[in-house]
């Protein structure tokens, strides 16, 4: 009875009861033990089960969406408090622009330099602007103008995660909300001021009119060309006044607003002219999607250049492109530490009451501008010479220790040619780049087709025309003159600015490590494919990425980032200016060899005659490069001492259409050579402007510099003709393949045709002034394939 008891009582109670007393029987004990284990097992899952339960109970669905709609209602709720408190407030056009107070520009000793001229705003009635022209503002920014309730949400949510996080505006705002940004309130990157503005703009598009708002969008936003409000942009661009504006004129005036000085028709660069002509396209394209243009009109329309900007009092001479250097540095700046827009930092910097202090010394600049005239533009006459009116001159002088701006030369002057030829990147470098190639090699520790290590005195074969080997893309490009030097050295190559040899080079060191130098140097690289062709420096670069470059190898291979800008406070704020000087880059060694090597370009090779036999020199150490590219449209020098880096490029550009054209004739002279005005300029400005007696201080046993070079004379085929061709050859001829690492053979002295006194042995050390040596050599001219 006690086991049909203990069962009855085990179905009742889900459980064996636990048995009692020593004496149970075996079958009894081994009932209570698996009891014991059922027991503890359904006391784990009894644990686990209230864990899981009591998380259950903490996120039930019915809690979630409680939690969501609580949340709603308190945003909601704080929102609806919001739109009570804020009030549209007193907005003023013609306010806001007594606001606006002149920038002051100041030299780097703190003397003045100019001030940028009065804010220019006139308010038009919307009467008075076509139809067609309004289109062309609601096209372009905000397709739902007339539809909407004055916000985006989705991009305003956008805009308002973004500046919460530091990263500026970049969500979509409506053409209301700018109104009311540009009226009511100020360009801040807030997340209070984001919210005012759509509080305001939801209370404004319901108080006043669409064409009230459109007309006070466009007389209040900022065009470029200190111009505020479609009048003053009117006049500015076309010279007439918004009523008589076309519906091209205005799509191009609506497409400036995204980046009024990047889309600056007469500064532009080529960059920025297409992508002001995809806007333009993209304005009138949404005008016919809204039924607002004729298809077939649109087809007929083409794009209108606007003219050249009116001259500016105290932005003549070389102070405009200092002056938008400068601007356009601190732009930069801004748009980094604040995470705004380029357009919202134009509209921060120009007329804002800045104080900038530039790190141009008046003195430099005064020599550099005087060196310029006397060696070029005293020698131009363009009644005698047509070509002479296509010559344009652009120069940036940088010391390398602090990265500073200390001169530069954008033109002739702000008003007679807006673009500075300073900054453009449209023209090619030429033999210039053939340093960053050697820099490239040295840094890979790259070596020849045989295996053998490169170096400074590593022996190429220097024949015209020479196919490169160990390249899928066949390349054979001309020596000057179509001279063959035979087997020569890099350092010989370098001075004598052997084509074939460089390109060899850079296919041994691989192209895509070239590129990967040159960008850690501040070339802009992007979007170049890695072919041999750009060892000829088909590329586009300025003066100031050069000077950059030169001013890496100088700094014995920390970076340099030229810096015009020392300072700038604007209401008792100082914007933090960057170290121009950054990272280890090429490792000083690396460095060193490359400005050893580029000292024998000045004592022996293509620019003897004006640096070297100058007679202002006395004997100051240089390293430099000349350059002259395809068909003689640019010509520079590049070179430097220890404490001063220069870039002089000399670029043919049509008077009339502003077309790349050839040099060919200019000044007198046959061809425009890197070695000639360039360096003749280069020359007269450093030796005037650096401290005298300086000396390089190099870690290397390689180059010119630490043993002087003997350069071959070039052997030149009768067959072949002594005009430079136009077209150099990309494809492989029919022999004469000679390895990189031949053995060399003799070099005996250079013997090149006298122009001004006769020729003589080279001296037997560069470091100090030698004496006269024949006239100046003509560079090379460059492949016309285009690298980018």
Same mark, same amino acid.
């Given at each position: 009875?006690?086991?049909?008891?203990?069962?009855?009582?085990?179905?009742?109670?889900?459980?064996?009861?636990?048995?009692?007393?020593?004496?149970?029987?075996?079958?009894?004990?081994?009932?209570?033990?698996?009891?014991?284990?059922?027991?503890?097992?359904?006391?784990?899952?009894?644990?686990?089960?209230?864990?899981?339960?009591?998380?259950?109970?903490?996120?039930?669905?019915?809690?979630?969406?409680?939690?969501?709609?609580?949340?709603?209602?308190?945003?909601?709720?704080?929102?609806?408090?919001?739109?009570?408190?804020?009030?549209?407030?007193?907005?003023?056009?013609?306010?806001?622009?007594?606001?606006?107070?002149?920038?002051?520009?100041?030299?780097?000793?703190?003397?003045?330099?100019?001030?940028?001229?009065?804010?220019?705003?006139?308010?038009?009635?919307?009467?008075?602007?076509?139809?067609?022209?309004?289109?062309?503002?609601?096209?372009?920014?905000?397709? =739902?103008?007339?539809?909407?309730?004055?916000?985006?949400?989705?991009?305003?949510?956008?805009?308002?995660?973004?500046?919460?996080?530091?990263?500026?505006?970049?969500? /979509?705002?409506?053409?209301?909300?700018?109104?009311?940004?540009?009226?009511?309130?100020?360009?801040?990157?807030?997340?209070?001021?984001?919210?005012?503005?759509?509080?305001?703009?939801?209370?404004?598009?319901?108080?006043?009119?669409?064409?009230?708002?459109?007309?006070?969008?466009?007389?209040?936003?900022?065009?470029?060309?200190?111009?505020?409000?479609?009048?003053?942009?009117?006049?500015?661009?076309?010279? %007439?006044?918004?009523?008589?504006?076309? %519906?091209?004129? /205005?799509?191009?005036?609506?497409?400036?607003?995204?980046?009024?000085?990047?889309?600056?028709?007469?500064?532009?660069?080529?960059?920025?002219?297409?992508?002001?002509?995809?806007?333009?396209?993209?304005?009138?394209?949404?005008?016919?999607?809204?039924?607002?243009?004729?298809?077939?009109?649109?087809?007929?329309?083409?794009?209108?250049?606007?003219?050249?900007?009116?001259?500016?009092?105290?932005?003549?001479?070389?102070?405009?492109?200092?002056?938008?250097?400068?601007?356009?540095?601190?732009?930069?700046?801004?748009? /980094?530490?604040?995470?705004?827009?380029?357009?919202?930092?134009?509209?921060? %910097?120009?007329?804002?009451?800045?104080?900038?202090?530039?790190?141009?010394?008046?003195?430099?600049?005064?020599?550099?501008?005087?060196?310029?005239?006397?060696?070029?533009?005293?020698?131009?006459?363009?009644?005698?010479?047509?070509?002479?009116?296509?010559?344009?001159?652009?120069?940036?002088?940088?010391?390398?220790?602090?990265?500073?701006?200390?001169?530069?030369?954008?033109?002739?002057?702000?008003?007679?040619?807006?673009?500075?030829?300073?900054?453009?990147?449209?023209?090619?470098?030429?033999?210039? $780049?053939?340093?960053?190639?050697?820099?490239?090699?040295?840094?890979?520790?790259?070596?020849?087709?045989?295996?053998?290590?490169?170096?400074?005195?590593?022996?190429?074969?220097?024949?015209?025309?020479?196919?490169?080997?160990?390249?899928?893309?066949?390349?054979?490009?001309?020596?000057?003159?179509?001279?063959?030097?035979?087997?020569?050295? %890099?350092?010989?190559?370098?001075?004598?600015?052997?084509?074939?040899?460089?390109?060899?080079?850079?296919?041994?060191?691989?192209?895509?490590?070239?590129?990967?130098?040159?960008?850690?140097?501040?070339?802009?690289?992007?979007?170049?494919?890695?072919?041999?062709?750009?060892?000829?420096?088909?590329?586009?670069?300025?003066?100031?990425?050069?000077?950059?470059?030169?001013?890496?190898?100088?700094?014995?291979?920390?970076?340099?980032?030229?810096?015009?800008?020392?300072?700038?406070?604007?209401?008792?704020?100082?914007?933090?200016?960057?170290?121009?000087?950054?990272?280890?880059?090429?490792?000083?060694? =690396?460095?060193?060899?490359?400005?050893?090597?580029?000292?024998?370009?000045?004592?022996?090779?293509?620019?003897?005659?004006?640096?070297?036999?100058?007679?202002?020199?006395?004997?100051?150490?240089?390293? /430099?490069?000349?350059? =002259?590219?395809?068909?003689?449209?640019?010509?520079?020098?590049?070179?430097?001492?220890?404490?001063?880096?220069?870039?002089?490029?000399?670029?043919?550009?049509?008077?009339?259409?502003?077309?790349?054209?050839?040099?060919?004739?200019?000044?007198?002279?046959?061809?425009?050579?890197?070695?000639?005005?360039?360096?003749?300029?280069?020359?007269?400005?450093?030796?005037?402007?650096?401290?005298?007696?300086?000396? $390089?201080?190099?870690?290397?046993?390689?180059?010119?510099?630490?043993?002087?070079?003997?350069?071959?004379?070039?052997?030149?085929?009768?067959?072949?003709?002594?005009?430079?061709?136009?077209?150099?050859?990309?494809?492989?001829?029919?022999?004469?393949?000679?390895?990189?690492?031949?053995?060399?053979?003799?070099?005996?002295?250079?013997?090149?045709?006298?122009?001004?006194?006769?020729?003589?042995?080279?001296?037997?050390?560069?470091?100090?002034?030698?004496?006269?040596?024949?006239?100046?050599?003509?560079?090379?001219?460059?492949?016309?394939?285009?690298?980018?």
């Amino acid at each position: 009875m006690g086991r049909a008891e203990e069962r009855r009582a085990r179905q009742r109670g889900g459980h064996r009861t636990e048995p009692t007393g020593s004496s149970a029987t075996p079958a009894t004990g081994v009932g209570g033990g698996r009891a014991a284990a059922r027991r503890a097992a359904t006391g784990k899952r009894a644990q686990t089960g209230t864990g899981k339960s009591g998380l259950r109970r903490l996120f039930t669905w019915k809690k979630i969406i409680g939690t969501f709609f609580g949340l709603c209602l308190l945003g909601i709720g704080a929102f609806a408090v919001l739109y009570i408190m804020v009030s549209v407030p007193d907005g003023n056009a013609a306010a806001q622009a007594a606001l606006r107070q002149s920038n002051v520009y100041k030299y780097s000793d703190g003397t003045v330099l100019a001030r940028d001229g009065k804010v220019n705003r006139e308010i038009v009635d919307l009467s008075k602007v076509p139809k067609g022209v309004q289109h062309t503002f609601v096209a372009a920014e905000n397709k =739902t103008f007339y539809h909407d309730s004055g916000i985006d949400l989705r991009g305003t949510a956008r805009g308002l995660y973004n500046t919460a996080r530091g990263r500026g505006a970049q969500g /979509g705002s409506t053409i209301t909300q700018q109104y009311v940004k540009n009226y009511y309130l100020s360009q801040e990157q807030t997340v209070t001021r984001k919210l005012k503005e759509m509080v305001i703009s939801l209370k404004v598009d319901r108080q006043m009119s669409k064409d009230d708002i459109l007309a006070g969008y466009i007389n209040t936003s900022y065009y470029g060309r200190n111009a505020y409000g479609i009048q003053a942009a009117a006049q500015a661009y076309y010279r %007439v006044d918004a009523e008589k504006l076309t %519906v091209e004129q /205005g799509a191009y005036l609506a497409a400036l607003l995204q980046a009024p000085s990047q889309y600056d028709w007469a500064v532009a660069s080529d960059t920025g002219k297409r992508l002001v002509k995809a806007r333009w396209n993209y304005v009138l394209d949404n005008m016919v999607e809204e039924n607002w243009l004729d298809k077939g009109k649109r087809g007929a329309m083409r794009f209108p250049e606007p003219k050249d900007p009116k001259p500016v009092a105290g932005l003549e001479g070389q102070k405009g492109y200092l002056v938008a250097l400068a601007n356009q540095q601190l732009e930069q700046q801004l748009m /980094g530490q604040e995470g705004i827009s380029l357009s919202e930092a134009q509209a921060k %910097v120009e007329n804002q009451g800045w104080t900038i202090t530039l790190n141009i010394d008046k003195k430099k600049q005064a020599q550099l501008e005087k060196s310029v005239k006397s060696r070029l533009t005293s020698k131009l006459d363009p009644k005698k010479r047509k070509v002479d009116k296509n010559i344009q001159a652009g120069a940036v002088s940088v010391a390398p220790k602090t990265g500073a701006v200390v001169a530069l030369y954008g033109g002739v002057d702000y008003f007679k040619h807006y673009t500075s030829n300073a900054t453009r990147t449209d023209y090619q470098p030429a033999s210039t $780049f053939k340093p960053v190639i050697l820099a490239a090699a040295l840094e890979e520790k790259a070596t020849t087709q045989d295996d053998k290590p490169i170096n400074a005195n590593t022996v190429y074969d220097g024949t015209s025309k020479r196919p490169v080997k160990g390249s899928d893309i066949g390349f054979a490009p001309e020596n000057e003159d179509d001279r063959d030097y035979g087997d020569v050295t %890099v350092q010989t190559a370098m001075n004598k600015s052997i084509n074939s040899v460089f390109a060899q080079l850079g296919v041994d060191v691989g192209m895509d490590n070239v590129l990967k130098v040159a960008d850690q140097l501040g070339m802009d690289t992007a979007g170049m494919k890695p072919v041999p062709a750009l060892t000829l420096g088909t590329m586009g670069a300025s003066p100031l990425q050069m000077a950059g470059v030169y001013a890496t190898l100088d700094n014995h291979g920390k970076q340099v980032t030229p810096t015009i800008v020392k300072a700038a406070e604007h209401s008792n704020r100082s914007v933090q200016i960057p170290d121009p000087i950054g990272d280890q880059i090429l490792s000083r060694g =690396t460095a060193d060899t490359v400005t050893s090597v580029l000292t024998g370009v000045v004592d022996d090779g293509t620019a003897r005659t004006s640096v070297r036999d100058n007679s202002a020199r006395d004997g100051q150490q240089v390293a /430099g490069k000349t350059g =002259t590219s395809d068909d003689n449209k640019s010509a520079w020098f590049t070179g430097y001492t220890p404490d001063l880096v220069t870039s002089v490029g000399l670029f043919g550009e049509d008077e009339k259409t502003r077309a790349h054209a050839k040099m060919y004739g200019a000044g007198g002279e046959d061809r425009v050579n890197g070695g000639g005005f360039p360096a003749k300029i280069w020359a007269a400005y450093t030796f005037g402007a650096s401290a005298r007696n300086g000396k $390089f201080d190099l870690d290397t046993d390689q180059g010119a510099a630490v043993k002087p070079t003997r350069t071959p004379a070039p052997s030149v085929p009768p067959t072949r003709t002594q005009t430079p061709s136009e077209e150099p050859s990309t494809e492989p001829p029919p022999s004469k393949p000679t390895t990189s690492s031949a053995p060399p053979s003799s070099e005996p002295p250079v013997s090149e045709s006298p122009t001004n006194s006769p020729s003589i042995t080279p001296p037997s050390t560069p470091v100090t002034s030698p004496p006269a040596s024949s006239g100046t050599p003509s560079d090379e001219p460059l492949d016309p394939l285009d690298g980018q």
